[in-house]
């Protein structure tokens, strides 16, 4: 993360289970694409992350697999989605859509219409989408939200062309 509000800051110093990789304390692990705009322009990688736990003494976690969630589901049993899961914010330049292709059963990802690519040129493609909905307001003159994310809310899940309401 890049800094932080100054709650969520004391809490990452309190909770020492936490590896904590602040780009103002840590910039080495970190960099900016030039080509895009600030704030929303700091990345870092897999190896940048490798480099940051051996310079900061983190216990090395082992490889992973990832988890199956679910069978693939067959041809027969997808939706019908006709119009793509739209993700607004207030600048539409950060409008992300997925546009799910019924044939590969999995959503494409764009933003601000135009279709979204990983730094390798390929393109980004997700399984399921999972949107939370939950309350948000604005803290303080900076701008920063404070969302709650602790208790309960709606939830719907975007997999296989179809869409399953839930709850968080």
Known sequence: HSGGSPEALAKLTADKS?????????????????TRAPPHNLYTSNILLERAGIALNWPSLG??????????????????????????????AYTVEWRYDR???RYQRFQAGSQQIDESGQTIWADAILVQFLSAHV?????????????HGEAKIFQDGKVINGLW
């Open 139 to 151: 803290q303080d003159a900076i701008g920063r939200l404070q969302m709650k994310t602790v208790g």
């Open 103 to 105: 044939q590969g059963n």
């Open 18 to 34: 936490v590896y904590n990789l602040d780009e103002f304390a840590q910039a080495l692990f970190f960099f900016r694409d030039r």
């Open 63 to 92: 490889n992973f697999a990832p988890w199956l969630f679910k069978d693939p589901a067959l041809e027969t049993e997808r939706g019908q989605v006709t119009s793509p899961l739209q993700l607004r914010f207030y600048d539409p």
